[in-house]
Antibody, heavy 127, light 108 residues
């Protein structure tokens, strides 16, 4: 059974870099069917898509965060990562990682939706 | 930037039908997904590709989409359905995904 687990520091100082790891167990991160996604949720607010990464390193990212964020994958460790630079209090949130599975019909591809999620990790930006 | 708009709250009595809407300009061409999130928990997929239910999701949950609006319907809402519901879809590019603001469903 596929499981995802976020890890990283719970407290980050303003202007520093937030670095999170999502560890994938019970399955391989290298499958061609899966995209690996980062999502966050500020306290009391809605969900925000941060971006996704494919096993070959291809990424799609939220334009509003793209200048500060890097999403990457390490297939040898079955992990994927989020780095968010120059953080401010507005980056305080619960950060989730998730799996989205795609399928293709001819030259068009579609998604089944994010069916496996980590429990989330709380990151606070404060001095 | 692309936006999906949901009502902040919906309230129904147990056994009634709850409808939660999500509007977005790209919805005529892009699928909508719906996630349920109970307090303190990670979101959970309840509808994908507008109207498909993942395995294990009760039949009272259904989805539809017409024009620029997608709708999550809960027929015979139960107290345990009380949660935040988030719609999710992509912009016209197909590579930038967006969540709606979320709708708090109250069943009482």
């Amino acid at each position: 059974q596929l499981q995802l687990q976020e890890s990283g520091p719970g407290l980050v100082k303003p202007s520093e870099t937030l670095s999170l790891t999502c560890s994938v167990s019970g399955g391989s991160i290298s499958t061609s069917d899966d995209y690996w996604v980062w999502i966050r949720q500020p306290p009391g607010k809605g969900l925000e898509w941060i971006g996704s990464v494919y096993y070959n390193g291809r990424t799609d990212q939220n334009p509003s965060l793209k200048s500060r964020s890097t999403i990457s994958v390490d297939t040898s460790k079955n992990h994927f990562f989020l780095n968010l630079r120059s953080v401010t209090a507005a980056d305080t949130a619960v950060y989730y990682c998730a799996r989205d599975r795609k399928y293709c019909d001819g030259d068009k591809c579609y998604f089944y939706g994010m069916d496996v999620w980590g429990r989330g990790t709380t990151v606070t930006v404060s001095s | 930037s692309y936006e999906l708009t949901q009502p902040p709250s919906v309230s129904v009595s147990p056994g009634q039908t709850a409808r939660i809407t999500c509007s977005g300009d790209a919805l005529p061409k892009k699928y909508a997904y719906w996630y349920q999130q109970k307090s303190g928990q990670a979101p959970f997929l309840v509808i994908y590709e507008d109207n498909k239910r993942p395995s294990g999701i009760p039949e009272r949950f259904s989805g539809s989409s017409s024009g620029t609006m997608a709708t999550l319907t809960i027929n015979g809402a139960q107290v345990e359905d009380e949660a935040d519901y988030h719609c999710y879809s992509t912009d016209f590019s197909g590579t930038h995904w967006v969540f709606g603001g979320g709708t708090k469903l109250t069943v009482l």
